[in-house]
């Protein structure tokens, strides 16, 4: 397809290098398959929140057969246990579609979160099947404050066999804790890049056109 995204070129590219994270991010951890999982406090400091979603995410896919061989099934559910309740889609969705989110009914709004959802859970999810080339996520030193609602976590994927790489998350607080809702690869981020998609393909194509082409990537 013509629109196709560069977020997910630039994505791709890191993931010969890197089991790169997520929404990654969230997406991340160095430990065996013994160890405990890290108790998850939405309500923490913002960086201790995906320092424990990160770590957590990683161990289990380093600690499941069938996700190191790539198991898509497998990757997904795990993905869907450890990093999706932390989150919030609906807000990455509706950022990236900027105007055109007032512009589209309740139901298209809900389609569009879902299409968008199993497009970058498929992305991530193949970026962690290379689990074993990260060596460790280092959380930098918070820079925000303290007391905002709306803040950035830095960290850093360090490889076995090649430079660090930069990722970072933007997370808003609600009622029910800190939630990710954008995240930076080496200065790439999400939601500006696919806001530029998403509006050319409505424009040629609708909300409908849209939602149709990211189910079509996701399969």
Do not use: C
């Amino acid at each position: 397809m013509a629109y196709m995204h560069y977020w997910f070129f630039r994505f791709a590219a890191l993931r010969r290098g890197l089991a790169a994270g997520f929404i990654a991010a969230a997406m991340s951890g160095i430990a065996v398959i013994a160890s405990a999982q890290s108790q998850v406090d939405p309500h923490a400091a913002p960086n201790d929140l995906v320092r424990a979603v990160g770590n957590n995410a990683l161990d289990a896919v380093r600690g499941d057969a069938a996700a190191k061989r790539g198991d898509e099934r497998r990757i997904n559910e795990l993905i869907s246990q450890y990093l999706l309740p932390y989150v919030d889609f609906r807000k990455t969705t509706r950022l990236a579609a900027g105007r055109h989110w007032r512009e589209a009914s309740a139901s298209q709004r809900d389609s569009l979160v879902e299409a968008f959802k199993g497009t970058l859970v498929r992305t991530y999810g193949g970026a962690l099947a290379d689990v074993d080339k990260i060596s460790g996520l280092e959380i930098l030193p918070f820079r925000g404050d303290a007391n905002a609602s709306d803040v950035v976590v830095r960290s850093l994927f360090l490889q076995r066999n090649g430079p660090s790489v930069s990722v970072d998350y933007r997370l808003g607080k609600s009622e029910d804790g800190w939630k990710i809702y954008d995240v930076s690869v080496e200065g790439i981020w999400l939601i500006q890049n696919y806001r530029n998609q998403f509006s050319q393909q409505i424009g040629q194509n609708g909300i409908d056109g849209l939602i149709a082409a990211l189910n079509g990537q996701s399969r």
